[in-house]
Antibody
């Protein structure tokens, strides 16, 4: 059975950098794609982008491109979401999801809080 | 970007009711749509993919239909565990987009 395990909650100040992770284990042969999804407090779901774990091919939502970087380390079946300069508006839960027929399996979510 | 508009945004229903949620796309997306359920404080769960295919392990109370621009998610007989927020999502074109969500609560 596939599991996506995300890194733990983070608290940062505005302007700081951050990298969160999503590690896939189990039956990942169905798909090599991992997507990232943002959910701001009390709001809906927003697709940020997806990456192919095997060749790092990446597609971004234009709304997030330039503010975040999605990367991968295929040796450990992991995807990463990186900010170089956080804003208070980045406060949200971030989910990774295995992308096969849809978003088939989800990580548990990483809460990122950005506050001075 | 393709916009998905769900209706209604919220609804109140009773256990046993038949519930229908609609998702309308701003342009044709063939059958490239999925539906998710999210309960408060929980991770979203895939219910339906390719507009009408039921995800493994999901109860057959849920069904999806539609193609082109108009899609529906139907819950045939609402159960207590079905009270949640439901989202549609399109995969036809980048950027992939979600509807704004439909909250189903208890009447």
């Amino acid at each position: 059975e596939l599991q996506l395990v995300q890194s733990g909650a983070e608290v940062r100040k505005p302007g700081e950098s951050l990298k969160i992770s999503c590690r896939a284990s189990g039956d990942i042969l169905r798909s090599n794609w991992i997507s990232w999804v943002r959910q701001m407090p009390g709001k809906g779901l927003e697709w940020m982008g997806r990456i192919d774990l095997t060749d790092s091919d990446t597609k971004y939502n234009p709304s997030f491109q330039g503010h975040v970087t999605i990367s991968t380390d295929d040796t450990v079946n992991s995807a990463f979401l990186h900010w170089s300069s956080l804003k208070p508006s980045d406060t949200a839960i971030y989910y990774c999801a295995l992308t096969w027929r849809a978003f088939d399996s989800w990580g548990q979510g990483t809460l990122v809080t950005v506050s001075s | 970007a393709i916009q998905l508009t769900q209706s209604p945004s919220s609804l109140s229903a009773s256990v046993g009711d038949r519930v229908t949620i609609t998702c309308r796309a701003s342009q044709g997306i063939a059958n490239a749509i999925a539906w998710y359920q999210q309960k408060p404080g929980k991770v979203p769960k895939l219910l339906i993919y390719d507009a009408s295919s039921l995800e493994d392990g999901v109860t057959s109370r849920f069904s999806g239909s539609g193609s082109g621009t108009d899609f529906t998610l139907t819950i045939s007989s609402l159960q207590p565990e079905d009270f949640a927020t439901y989202y549609c999502q399109q995969f036809n074109d980048y950027p992939w987009t979600f509807g704004q969500g439909t909250k189903v609560d208890i009447k």
